[in-house]
């Protein structure tokens, strides 16, 4: 017969570690409920949010480059409306047969949340032929028209005489041992020198003005209830995106000194850069002073007061040798040591006083003229770049060669922020929040905000927005689009923002009102 303890007695006979364990799995149980019901208690960003320092995500921003709308707009009206015409445009996906649930995947997504309504075709494209298979279930998944292609070999493979050298394989194993992501994965490397300058050339992509690049995994979170294309071409945009972000450093090392060897050797191209040019490079020549040697020295905000000190103490000590008192003395003498000890910092990548900030628009997504790539000097770079080899002794993907080769030949003005389209791909994601707008708010979507954008977004809970998290390149968008030239403080700001007189001024009266 069971003995059937109190419950009092029962807990004091348990074990300690089973104790906890109980403790432990309540305690997650009820952690899920309030996850679940997106009351999650750590989420602290969701929380007291500073009004004086609201992340990105919950401000508006006004400037060079809005959205095309506030919330949704009736698709129906916009689609009757007898100035709308479908534009000459595709989406544009390369994958591979294995591929095909998470094509599927991204295709389910951007149909419900779009292309239901637009219709637009897609262009598949594939170094292998695609199966039967993939094709069925593809054509099943939309209305629209779908195009198959191959990538022949002089688009797809490197050259023979580079693929079959020693020096390109041990290229591909050395930056494995040096851990650069997906370094010694040739297919990788072909991929990156495809999308960075092959694509547009494809007969497929070719035929169309417009693409629109998607990928296997991508989810969208928001209704895109007008017709993208058409906004861009209204509004005289060439090229959208949703994601701003930095590149690891390790798989572009020389991209920049090459680019910049490239605009040197391009006639007329240094003159003419366009104003993107500045999204993607620091300026080290922030100081603005005849003093050359100073200016080699301070190459960031804070370097010029100090260095500006460290110079007048010197100057000032020269002068006066022998009338200081002990004190004095020492102090200029140590000023001396510090400086004879101290090296002039190389910026070992900065090239004219510029340097590549790593910045890029993340290149799985994106909207775009397909002849912003097929033009003269976009197609003089990628030739450079190819010549140069960086495609596979470096890993240089191609967000960051579109980044900056769109940088030298647009302006800020031509590019366009698709702030209203919630989009997830890999580990990062964007997601904006709802415009107010009474039918499309009724529960079942977020909250709207005045400032919010989105049309019918369901954003996952608790995520953090990469417009949060995209240190320096989304302030230096935001900076840009208003205007700012990047502020004075600013890392990495563009224009000489620092008289030196000012500085000097600033130390003469702190320090030398007792010694003057
Ligand atoms: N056909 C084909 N597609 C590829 C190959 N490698 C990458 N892709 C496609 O190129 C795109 C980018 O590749 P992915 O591995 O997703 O790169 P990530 O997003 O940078 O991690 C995806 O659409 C892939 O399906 C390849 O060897 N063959
Ligand atoms: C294709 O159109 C039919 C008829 O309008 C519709 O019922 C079906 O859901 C559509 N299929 C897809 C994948 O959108
Ligand atoms: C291979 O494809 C590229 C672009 O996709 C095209 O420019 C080139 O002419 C093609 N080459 C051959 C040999 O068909
Ligand atoms: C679409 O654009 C391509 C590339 O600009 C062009 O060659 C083609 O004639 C256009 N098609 C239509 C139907 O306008
Ligand atoms: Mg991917």
Redesign the pocket.
Known sequence: MAINLKPKVRRLLLDKRQQKRYVFLLMAFVFTILYRMGKWPFASKNIALDPHNLPYSFQDYSGKDEPFFRGCTDTNLYLQDPDYAKMNASFVMLTRNEELGDVLKTMRSI?GHFN?WFGYPYVFLNDRPFTDHFKGQIQA???ATVEFGTINETAWEFPAEVRDSLLFKTALEDQNDRGIMYGNMESYHKMCRFYSGLFYKHPLVSKYEWYWRIEPDVDFFCDISYDPFLEMAKNNKKYGFTVLITELYWTVPNLFRTTKSFIRKTAGLKENLGTLWKLFTFNYNILDTEDEEISRWVNYPSDAKPKLTEKLMVDFLLENRGQLDNEEDLEGIQYLVERARSKMPLMEDSIEGEDYNLCHFWSNFEIARVDLFDNEVYNAYFKYLEESNGFWTERWGDAPIHSIGLGMILDLEDVHYFRDIGYRHSSLEHCPKNAIQGESNSGEFDDGFDFGCGCRCVCPKNEEDIEDNSTPCMDIFFELLQGKEYEKDFPGCYKPSIKDKDVIEEIRRDNFRVIE
């Open positions: 149909e239901q998944a939309t209305n």
